[in-house]
């Protein structure tokens, strides 16, 4: 399918052709139609007319016709996730799972979406009403990057609709095959309560500036946000960025490293380290950090580098040809400022595919990019800290905010760390687990909102407070003044 979805109607983009490339192979899987401004302008228009017949859906009926869009996503689990695997390079065994998260997620919020709409306040006069009413904004734009296409838009789409919102999205470039399939979801939806268009950074900003559009819900980097951001403030449109990071895991003394080591490789190589809250910074105490590195040296050795369509791949290709050299320049940065590569960094015997086998560096100081930017590949720089003081100031050093992970089983560590760390998330023992029903998301450069949990459907929702006098009674407070 490389058609967008607008208005309940497959059509052509008319804009620039985007080639879709198979990460793992360089083939050509398919060229993609861009949307031109003026579709841009149908599918937010489409999603304008579709805005007040949503809303006053009956909240029970829209919780139905968001089960049913859970229900088509594991109807079509497979194809969908043999789909992301051939455009995004993921293994097959974590594209299942992502169309199983997303369907929990439009579960979650066909559920909550019904549960309330707002509060009854006990009221400052005799006779009156005081309500808060949770109203839905209007046309939501839904802007996602690649790295879990269906998850990130989920988490949008799933809370927007069950707040009353209609929506425009948008996929990545590098990622649209799978969510252009998702046509097949929104067919029972009343036309443009949900539309597709595709294309790059210009089709997002001709969305994040349209005066149809009333909130921009956004993941992808800080810089993008930025710019978003900025946009938006012309409008005071509402923005709702999910962005980069930097996480932090800390490994203290008393850490079981059999546990810790393999814990903190996952959370390292995880998607070849293009999680949003990849762990990139290791620090590690003093007394276990030989034994730690050791370990991870061992870990990323034993990571099966390959095929992500192929039973037993642990971790696929990068995505592109240009995040797979801006990895490599880190690399090459670190190295030649005195850090050391002990395994991997290099393409792992691959002569096709954008292949970037799993590396533990040690030695690397804090100027260097691969411990201060973002690297979003995997790539496990390694530090030795003293103490968790040093740690912690560490970790939280950088602007990002967005997630940190903790080894320890002392309580007064453990309290230190999920009371000091600045990060909208905090792992303990536990790294990079997702719960539909609580927060996610960052803190400082890391973003401005919150997706799931009642804080994802309160970020759609637009607050309203009604005062109603039910006895329309003149006020002794009016003029004239005693
Ligand atoms: P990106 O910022 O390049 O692109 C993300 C999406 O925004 C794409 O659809 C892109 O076409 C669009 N876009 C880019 N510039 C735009 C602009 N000026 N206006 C409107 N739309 C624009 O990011 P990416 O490379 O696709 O994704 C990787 C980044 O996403 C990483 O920085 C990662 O940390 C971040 N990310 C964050 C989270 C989170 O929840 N915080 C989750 C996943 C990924």
Redesign the pocket.
Known sequence: MTQLWIAGQHVAGTGTSVTVINPATEEVVAAVGSAVLEQVDSAVRAARDAADGWRRTPAAERADLLHGIATWLREHSDALARQMSIEGGKPLIENSDEVGWSAACFDYYAELGRHERGRVLPPVEDGQLALVLKEPLGVVAA??????PLL?LAWKLAPALAAGNTVVA?????TPLSTLMLAGAFAELSPGVVNLVTG??EV??A??VHPGTDLVA???????GL??GELCARQVKRTHL????KDAFIVCEDADLSVAAPGAAWAAYLNAGQV?TSAERFYVMDSVYDEFVERMVAEAAAVRLGDPLAAGTDMGPMIAEVQRAKVEGQLASARDGGARILVGGDRGGFERGWFLSPSVVVDATDDLPLMRE?T?GPVAPIVRVSSLDEAIARANALPYG?GANVYTNRTDYAYRCLDELKAGTVWINDPLTDNDAGP???MKA??NSRELGPEGLEAFRETKHVHWDTRAERKPWWYPYA
Not at 170 to 174: E, G, T
Request: aromatic share 16%.
């Open positions: 802007i996602v990057p690649w790295n879990y990130l948008k996929p990545s470039p590098y790059g950074a997002g900003e969305l994040v956004f993941t992808g980097s800080t810089a993008a710019r978003i999910e962005l980069g990071g949003c973002e979003f967005l996610f998301g960052g890391s973003g």
